[in-house]
């Protein structure tokens, strides 16, 4: 019987000493949807905001004048970890921060394959000034996992909780301002 319990032990401690450990972020982030008030004019804001996606090479996949409405398609964000000794970004201009995930088995951190998100802009104009709201939603991770013949694929990761930095948001408001 004590033998028992002893092998029960250190198969519980093996299992558990190889599960993942979830550090997060401990930097302080905006919560969206972040707004932006300009003097330029509807026309101005919506041209610039055009063209900014242009020249990111984000596609849109809703574009609605009439409405100030502008949805991108699911567009693989440039993201970042923080440094776990200053809590700071690793890629000071990331648009989205993960949690940090450790594998204590083979004792390394583990990385995204990609990080996906949607970005939704409105774009208002009243008494003559515009405003800009700017939100990203379905922010997601994936990881890489491999056939049995090796080749790989992507599979969604429940772990890595992405979150924006507001620094998509800032590119935004410097286009606008």
Same mark, same amino acid.
């Given at each position: 019987?004590?033998?028992?319990?002893?092998?029960?032990?250190?198969?519980?401690?093996?299992?558990?000493?190889?599960?993942?450990?979830?550090?997060?972020? $401990?930097?302080? =982030?905006?919560?969206?949807?972040?707004?932006?008030?300009?003097?330029?004019? *509807?026309?101005?804001?919506?041209? /610039?905001?055009?063209? *900014? *996606?242009?020249?990111?090479?984000? +596609?849109?996949?809703?574009?609605?004048?009439? #409405?100030?409405?502008?949805?991108?398609? $699911?567009?693989?964000?440039?993201? #970042?970890?923080?440094?776990?000794?200053? /809590?700071?970004?690793?890629?000071? !201009?990331?648009?989205?921060?993960?949690?940090?995930?450790?594998? +204590? &088995?083979?004792?390394? =951190?583990?990385?995204?394959?990609? @990080?996906?998100? @949607?970005?939704?802009?409105?774009?208002?104009?009243?008494? &003559?000034?515009?405003?800009? /709201?700017?939100?990203?939603? /379905?922010?997601?991770?994936?990881?890489?996992? =491999?056939?049995? #013949? &090796?080749?790989? *694929?992507?599979?969604?990761?429940?772990?890595?909780?992405?979150?924006?930095? !507001?620094?998509?948001? $800032?590119?935004? =408001?410097?286009?606008?301002?």
């Amino acid at each position: 019987m004590q033998m028992r319990k002893i092998i029960v032990i250190v198969i519980a401690l093996g299992l558990f000493s190889c599960s993942l450990k979830v550090i997060p972020h $401990k930097g302080v =982030y905006p919560e969206p949807p972040l707004v932006y008030t300009t003097d330029k004019t *509807f026309d101005q804001v919506w041209d /610039n905001v055009i063209d *900014f *996606f242009a020249q990111q090479g984000i +596609p849109i996949s809703l574009i609605d004048r009439s #409405s100030g409405l502008i949805i991108s398609t $699911k567009t693989k964000m440039i993201w #970042s970890m923080e440094d776990r000794k200053t /809590n700071k970004l690793k890629n000071e !201009g990331a648009w989205v921060v993960i949690d940090n995930l450790y594998n +204590p &088995g083979p004792r390394k =951190y583990i990385r995204p394959a990609n @990080v996906y998100g @949607v970005w939704n802009i409105r774009v208002k104009e009243a008494g &003559g000034e515009a405003s800009i /709201n700017v939100n990203v939603n /379905n922010l997601s991770a994936t990881q890489n996992e =491999y056939t049995r #013949s &090796g080749t790989p *694929f992507e599979v969604a990761s429940a772990y890595f909780n992405p979150k924006t930095t !507001g620094n998509f948001e $800032k590119l935004i =408001y410097d286009i606008i301002k």
